[in-house]
């Protein structure tokens, strides 16, 4: 790939708005105030524009005396874009978390509740993008969470208000027999927080009865009696 042609006299100093007669002085000062217009994080900059800009500057500044030049431009490149990975815990309540940027740099970021894969956010002059990762108890699918809690069989076989340890917390729920069968409660706005664009989301509770907990035979011959006489 060939070599981008070296800008010219004349535009390097229409990019930085100075006159053939600039000093180094004069000519640091306008490369400080172009870069900041075309930062990409400006509004009506790009990494383009701010490439010209830094262009622009090495040619006019090697028309100065060695003794007025200076090694390396007073601003650097613009940084690359990032990845911020949270947690389903993260996106919905919010919080601090540590964060390596792509130069290196660790910093500490303050989180608002109700962040979205695809979301961005910025810190440390950089756009990091969001990326929700889930586990095998917690998923995060849309706006929702998706969430396997254990119940005692006899619960699910039952029904009732019951109370369930949820990686959310506790939550109270009422839990019907028909739910119980398919083994699936939906909590309605317990999700995700709506923000931006952004839904408010629900918890949807999947049910998995407790291992070592199984019914026993004559439990279920009694409710099958009971519900014949019943009828």
Do not use: N
Request: charge should be positive; glycine fraction near 12%; aromatic fraction near 4%.
């Amino acid at each position: 790939m060939s070599a981008d042609p070296p800008i010219s006299l004349r535009s390097a100093r229409e990019v930085l708005g100075v006159g053939p007669l600039a000093g180094a002085g004069e000519l640091r000062r306008a490369f400080r105030e172009a870069a900041k217009r075309a930062h990409p994080d400006r509004p009506g900059g790009g990494a383009e524009r701010f490439r010209q800009v830094v262009a622009a500057y090495h040619r006019l500044q090697g028309l100065q005396p060695a003794s007025e030049r200076i090694i390396q431009p007073p601003a650097p490149r613009p940084p690359e874009p990032g990845v911020l990975t949270i947690g389903p815990l993260l996106a919905l309540r919010g919080g601090s978390v540590e964060h390596r940027l792509p130069d290196g740099r660790r910093i500490r970021l303050r989180l608002p509740a109700g962040l979205r894969s695809g979301d961005t956010v910025r810190a440390g002059g950089c756009e990091l993008h969001v990326v929700l990762r889930g586990a095998p108890e917690m998923m995060v699918r849309g706006d929702d969470l998706w969430i396997s809690v254990a119940v005692a069989p006899r619960t699910l076989d039952e029904g009732g208000r019951v109370a369930l340890d949820t990686p959310v917390g506790r939550r109270i729920v009422w839990l019907t027999r028909k739910a119980g069968e398919r083994k699936l409660v939906r909590l309605v706005g317990q999700g995700l927080p709506a923000r931006g664009g952004h839904a408010q989301g629900h918890i949807f509770l999947r049910l998995a009865p407790t291992a070592g907990q199984a019914d026993s035979a004559a439990r279920t011959l009694l409710r099958r009696f009971a519900a014949a006489w019943a009828a």
